[in-house]
């Protein structure tokens, strides 16, 4: 085990065989850059550009006082990978995943995160990353006797878990990986995901079985940055994100939608999970 400084940011690397594990640990002010702001003004419900400068510059003044009292955290798995019909196998782990049933905007394809892993049948190595990024569970919970800045906080704790997975995201392409080696792009670009490959996070569209993270946190040991998971597969602290750093030059983010009962039959079986347990983790799918 070996420790390196860069930045502000401290990584932890865990080789063994094809394994990598990085566990990362990041100050509030390298992430602020990243932060995505616009999704700070819908949940304040903020249309007026006055109010947005507004209040972004009171959370701005907030993150300073919060920096170095307070820390972000992310964790990375890069492994050989393979898909398996509709599974993602990493090292030897097999993760489960869904594929459209409607094609609709897709060019007539019913698409499945599988299907930008390189088969197992074809011989040729593919490599898969797992992550996850959390902050200090004290940002959502040290200030429950102020109630907007126990609300200021916890927005703002959103945001930076969404701003370590950005970060994270562009150091396995450049550096942790390197399948990206010479990017170079800006915050707006990566903002609007004009990196090569995708980020698909557990609970989105084309992840929407939130259950997928109990594989996940085994595979990474979501434990190591402070994560527990509730009976439905919900992280705590709320603000954490997980997901699959895919790099096909290919790969695009799309939604599931609506599967049918013979999808959430095979489904249900392909992840060993009861099947109205299933049907009740994918309500919102199901049609």
């Not at 702001?37 to 959370?59: C, G, M, S, V």
């Not at 097999?94 to 609709?104: V, W, Y």
């Not at 126990?150 to 997975?165: F, G, H, N, P, Q």
């Not at 010479?182 to 609007?192: G, P, Q, R, V």
Request: proline content about 4%; some cysteine; glycine content about 8%.
């Amino acid at each position: 085990m070996w420790t390196v400084a860069v930045s502000a940011v401290r990584w932890i690397s865990d080789n063994r065989d094809t394994v990598t594990r990085h566990i990362m640990r990041y100050e509030i002010g390298e992430l602020v850059p990243y932060i995505n702001w616009p999704y700070f003004y819908f949940a304040w419900q903020l249309r007026d550009h006055e109010e947005q400068t507004r209040i972004r510059i009171e959370a701005e003044n907030i993150l300073s006082r919060l920096d170095g009292h307070y820390r972000v955290h992310g964790i990375v798995v890069i492994d050989n990978a393979a898909s398996d019909g509709d599974d993602i196998i990493i090292g030897d782990v097999r993760i489960p995943m869904l594929r459209q049933q409607h094609a609709a905007g897709t060019a007539g394809h019913c698409l499945c995160l599988a299907d930008f892993v390189r088969p197992a049948s074809s011989g040729a190595k593919d490599s898969m990353g797992v992550f996850a990024t959390t902050v200090d569970i004290g940002l959502e919970t040290d200030f429950e006797s102020d109630g907007y800045m126990k609300m200021m906080t916890r927005l703002l704790a959103d945001r930076l878990a969404e701003a370590a997975a950005e970060r994270l995201h562009e150091q396995v392409r450049k550096n942790l990986w390197g399948y990206a080696p010479d990017e170079c792009l800006t915050i707006e670009e990566m903002h609007a995901e004009r990196f090569a490959g995708i980020r698909p996070a557990v609970g989105y569209p084309s992840l929407p079985d939130t259950g997928i993270n109990f594989i996940i946190a085994g595979l990474i040991g979501m434990a190591d940055i402070g994560i527990r998971l509730t009976e439905s597969g919900a992280m705590k602290p709320h603000a954490s994100v997980s997901g699959l750093i895919i790099a096909h030059p290919a790969a695009r983010y799309f939604s599931i939608g609506k599967i049918g009962e013979d999808q959430l039959r095979d489904y249900s079986r392909r992840r060993g999970v009861p099947l109205e347990m299933m049907r009740r983790f994918l309500a919102a799918n199901v049609d």
